[in-house]
């Protein structure tokens, strides 16, 4: 399921990394691990934000995606099923069959 996964990161623990040269390793890291389709940043409500869309195959793998993001950075994350335009055009199609 693709799934868009918004993780916000903590200021200070995010400046430590960056003060640290590890912040760019990190985010290599955990967002190569999950192979995403497109990976974004930018600021959310004042925070470094990561906006990342990936396959999600298990939902038994939440956890280990998510631990990084809470340990290294005490991010506030989310995980929010999404579609690409495709996607929606079969779901339309769907539902007016099902009218």
Known sequence: MRMLLTVQMDTEKSNKLIEDDKLTEFMQEAVGRLRPEAAYFGAQEGQRT??????????????????????????????????????????????????
């Open 50 to 99: 990561g906006f990342i869309v990936f396959d999600l195959n298990e939902v038994s793998d939440i956890p280990s995606i998510a631990e990084p993001f809470f340990s290294q950075l005490g991010a506030k994350i989310s995980f929010i099923p999404v579609m690409n335009l495709d996607d929606v055009r079969g779901g339309l199609a769907k539902a007016a069959q099902g009218s």
